[in-house]
């Protein structure tokens, strides 16, 4: 029993410093990070393999490059809650597909579908604030944690194997952690974890903040009367997240205000 409560007690981990923000919560971690991140950039190459055979794989061309600054200003800032993230594989997908979604996988894979940029005529300034939250989702390690939920309660079976298995046990447990990571539902805790971090990576990259406010403006006013798209299912309401990132405008002005200016990109 005293050796069960020791295993807990080092499970206990709090993946960022605050920030300005003030996120601070110890997380229960029982798998390591290296094996999410390993497992996550197989499911990733599967989604990238896929979109190419669909011939919907952007690589290049305005709206790419229009990510890619935006990522290029954003991932420096992200050294502001950890010191490891020089060290990670950072990369950029752009799907044309109708989504409206954007997601950052564990190790700064991010994501992102012409869907939500064309149809809600994002500003750089809310794209900023998309990928700040996705980002953020990483940079906490959500999806870590909420793998290890999910094998305190034996609910994961193929992770632990994946390791000595063979190339299917491999897949196998790489498409069981992405169920996890990026299909099922975040806790209302982690979205709003997520919004106050991505909020400051933003306003410390020089995007207004208020981006954050006028995507979700945006987002009510798409959705509504329609069932909620994939991006906002596993979100808190417009409304309450309109609310929320408010109050933590006072927190980031400041750091937005001192943060040099990214050059004004022409929307297509």
């Not at 406010?213 to 309109?242: C, D």
Request: charged share 20%.
């Amino acid at each position: 029993m005293l050796l069960a409560f020791s295993t807990l007690l080092s499970a206990c981990a709090n993946t960022t410093r605050p920030g300005a923000v003030g996120v601070n919560r110890s997380q229960f971690m029982m798998i390591s990070s290296a094996e999410v991140d390993r497992l996550s950039t197989v499911s990733y190459n599967e989604q990238n393999q896929k979109a190419k055979e669909k011939n919907v794989l952007v690589t290049s061309g305005p709206t790419f490059d229009r990510l890619k600054t935006i990522a290029n200003r954003l991932i420096p800032q992200t050294e502001a809650f950890r010191d490891d993230t020089k060290q990670w594989d950072w990369r950029l997908t752009l799907i044309d597909a109708p989504v409206l979604n954007a997601t950052c996988a564990p190790g700064g894979k991010i994501t992102f579908y012409t869907g939500i940029i064309e149809q809600l005529n994002l500003s750089d300034d809310e794209i900023a604030a998309i990928m700040g939250h996705e980002i953020a989702h990483a940079l906490r390690e959500h999806g870590r944690e909420r793998v290890s939920q999910a094998m305190a309660q034996n609910l994961v079976v193929n992770v632990a194997m994946a390791a000595a298995g063979s190339f299917g046990s491999v897949v196998g447990a790489a498409n069981q952690v992405a169920h996890y990571v990026l299909v099922l539902p975040n806790s209302r805790e982690n979205e709003s974890e997520a919004d106050a971090i991505g909020l400051e990576l933003a306003a410390r990259a020089g995007y207004n903040p208020m981006g954050a406010i006028t995507v979700w403006e945006k987002m009510i006013k798409a959705t509504k009367g329609k069932s909620s798209p994939e991006f906002l299912s596993t979100h808190p309401s417009g409304e309450t997240r309109i609310e929320q990132l408010s109050a933590l405008m006072p927190a980031v002005e400041p750091l937005y205000k001192a943060a040099p200016k990214p050059p004004p990109t022409k929307k297509l």
